[in-house]
Structures are given as C-alpha cells and as structure tokens.
C-alpha cells in the first residue's frame, strides 16, 4: 500500500487531549477503511505565520500512514468537514523516516542546550 505523511492544524481553544483524540479518531477512521496509522505525533501548540479563521496558534498534528487512496481520500473529506480541523497537508511519500521527525528533533535538541546552562 502506498505510504502518506500528513499534518494538520486543528483550533487553538482545544485542549491538549481533544487536540490528541483528533489523532486518534482520524486514525480510526483509516482503519476502517483498510489503512493503518503507522505513526503519529503531537507537536503541540504553535504560533502561524498569519492568521486562519481569525486564530493566531494552532494545534499541530503528524501522522505517518500505510492505506489505500481511497482510505487516504475518506479522510481528508473528513478533516475538511470537522470544525476543529483549520488546515490539512497530506505528502505521498516513498518509505517513512525512522526515529522522530524534525520537528520533534528540534525539540530534542533545545531541551539538551537547557540542560548545558
């Protein structure tokens, strides 16, 4: 099956468990239509660059997924239609990364410099 990537933007007044129960319902919803949530992660609240639907932060969100097109297309219909959901970006890619993603690394990596003080 054809591997995805995908990230999504979800409202800023959202906690952090509703923002995470979003990950876990789309995840739901690609298994039940054949596909499987490889991987996913919560990058938390972050600043745009401008504004969407007048917020300035938004819940970011990054899943790694194995599914049909079909599966894939189900979804995004979804995200487009939940209220919650502000943006969708979805990448067809050729085989996942191993280990965290950037964002996440970069994390990692201002956690370590705290640490040097």
């Known amino acids: 099956?054809?591997?995805?990537?995908?990230?999504?933007?979800?409202?800023?007044?959202?906690?952090n468990t509703q923002a995470?129960?979003?990950i876990e319902h789309f995840g739901a919803v690609l298994g039940d239509n054949?596909?499987?949530?490889?991987d996913h992660e919560y990058?938390?609240?972050?600043?745009m660059a401008y504004k969407i639907n007048?917020?300035?932060k938004g819940?970011?969100?990054?899943?790694?997924?194995?599914a049909p097109a079909g599966a894939v297309q189900e979804m995004e219909r979804l995200m487009r239609?939940?209220?919650d959901v502000m943006r969708v970006l979805t990448i067809?890619?050729?085989?996942?990364?191993?280990?965290?993603?950037?964002?996440?690394?970069?994390?990692?990596?201002?956690?370590g410099r705290r640490e040097r003080r």
Do not use: C
């Not at 990058?43 to 600043?47: E, H, L, N, Q």
């Not at 819940?59 to 194995?66: E, I, K």
């Open 81 to 83: 239609l939940h209220d």
């Open 59 to 66: 819940h970011y969100a990054y899943l790694r997924t194995d």
């Open 1 to 15: 099956m054809p591997l995805y990537e995908h990230v999504f933007i979800s409202r800023q007044d959202l906690s």
């Open 34 to 38: 054949g596909g499987k949530l490889v």
């Open 20 to 22: 995470e129960g979003l």
């Open 43 to 47: 990058w938390g609240v972050k600043t």
């Open 54 to 56: 007048k917020n300035r």
């Open 92 to 111: 067809k890619v050729d085989e996942h990364a191993e280990g965290p993603s950037v964002q996440m690394q970069k994390r990692d990596e201002r956690d």
